[in-house]
């Protein structure tokens, strides 16, 4: 079974530049999650999608954060513009569905670098 | 203001030896859950603990449920080089939130 699979790896950008990531889920999973993860802290939930609508955005910085999941599939989260604070690891997760026992299978996520 | 906050922050320690993780929070939740992340790669769940008091083994960890279902710990016996890695502890708090919360993190050295 292939894995949660994200592009880049890698993205340099000056601040006030605008960046998209890419995520596809394990095939079947439902529901899909963006995390923001600082170095050498937990990850911060940012938008949960359950298949093509949203769950939760309640951490997501709206006015320069978006994200889309479109027919309930792959998703792209975008942020315009770049703040250095930014800077972070973005990862993507896929569940099955369900709540409290939901095991999520998490992507090896984007390193943003903003200059 | 951290919903699970893990303690110690950074653990280095000799191949070998015992060590003990722990997480806490003031509210109550359904379940909790470990994950281990090694660098450049997303986390991975080790284990769901599901009852207060529950405690459960896998090869060398133990993970233990608080009675009251606000806390847990991770105890490694013999530490080996492999596990290295940050730990975290996640879950969804009693009903009244819907969202899901990882801890502050663990970062584990074992040194050969």
């Known amino acids: 079974e292939a894995g949660v699979a994200q592009s880049p790896r890698y993205k340099i950008i000056e601040k006030r530049q605008s960046v998209a990531f890419w995520c596809n889920p394990i095939?079947?999973?439902?529901?899909l999650y963006w995390y923001q993860q600082i170095l050498g802290q937990g990850p911060k939930l940012l938008i949960q999608?359950?298949?093509?609508?949203?769950?939760?955005d309640s951490q997501l910085p709206k006015d320069r954060f978006s994200a889309e999941r479109l027919k309930g599939v792959d998703s792209t989260l975008k942020i315009q513009p770049a703040k250095l604070e930014d800077s972070a690891v973005y990862l993507c997760a896929s569940s099955q569905g369900g709540r409290a026992y939901n095991e999520q299978f998490f992507g090896p996520g984007t390193r943003l670098t903003v200059l | 203001t951290q919903l699970l906050e893990q303690s110690p922050q950074f653990l280095s320690i000799q191949e070998g030896e015992n060590l003990t993780v722990y997480c806490n929070s003031s509210s109550v939740f359904s379940s909790l859950q470990w994950y281990r992340q090694e660098p450049g790669e997303g986390p991975v769940l080790l284990v769901t603990?599901?009852?207060?008091?529950e405690v459960k083994k896998l090869k060398r960890l133990t993970f233990q449920f608080g009675d009251a279902r606000k806390d847990s710990s991770l105890h490694i016996t013999a530490a080996q080089p492999g596990d290295t890695g940050l730990y975290l502890c996640a879950g969804f708090p009693l009903p009244g939130f819907d969202q899901f919360y990882f801890g502050t993190g663990t970062s584990l050295t074992v040194i050969p």
């Open positions: 603990v599901v009852t207060g008091g």
């Open positions: 999608f359950q298949n093509n609508g949203v769950v939760d």
């Open positions: 095939s079947g999973h439902a529901t």
